[in-house]
């Protein structure tokens, strides 16, 4: 490492592949489809290397350990956008075909109608409802957990898993929160408060 503080770029090549093991042994952990394995390693090794040039040995941690969270944060941000981009439906996609053998897409049979104004009037308070009740009604703890699992406020989206990880504690446990932050929600509204 300190041939490499020193300007050594040979001594910074032998520390990312002295370390990418490390990345191996990271992406196991992540890694659901076998196809998944090469990509999951390319994005591993990009945080072994960002590991390597940003690392600060004056601040007392390994490179070992500060590379492990630098490669879990790549991975992590992979994933998660790979995940939202799953979720994308082109309106251009075929979907099948009419009588005719003519290509039908999504577009084709989606309705246009313009959405009833008094109906997005509703919609809109009843949004503005809910938040209100997130802040009022529910805990510090199950406001960020609901925060977290469902997006809100323009908030990126986790699964139970990533926000037990955040949160330092355990999956049901935040599947538990989730449950009675909503009940709680659900009981003001059918309230009609």
Avoid at 163 to 191: D, N, P
Wanted: a negative charge; glycine letters at 6%.
């Amino acid at each position: 490492m300190q041939r490499y503080t020193e300007g050594d770029l040979e001594a910074k090549h032998i520390l990312i592949e002295r370390n990418l093991r490390l990345v191996a042994h990271i992406v196991k952990k992540y890694q659901t489809y076998e196809e998944e394995t090469e990509d999951l390693l390319s994005i591993g090794t990009i945080g072994l290397i960002k590991a390597v040039v940003t690392f600060n040995p004056d601040k007392c941690v390994r490179l070992g350990t500060y590379a492990a969270r630098c490669i879990e944060n790549e991975v992590l941000m992979y994933l998660r956008s790979k995940r939202k981009s799953s979720r994308d439906i082109s309106l251009y996609e075929p979907i099948g075909t009419d009588r005719e053998g003519n290509e039908i897409q999504l577009f084709d049979i989606i309705e246009t109608e313009e959405e009833d104004a008094h109906h997005k009037v509703e919609l809109g308070e009843d949004i503005r409802r809910l938040y209100q009740k997130v802040e009022s009604e529910l805990s510090p703890r199950e406001r960020t957990v609901l925060k977290m699992r469902y997006g809100l406020y323009n908030e990126e989206e986790y699964t139970q898993r990533e926000i037990a990880g955040q949160l330092g504690i355990s999956r049901s446990y935040v599947s538990r929160i989730e449950k009675s932050a909503i009940e709680k929600l659900r009981k003001h509204f059918q309230m009609g408060t």
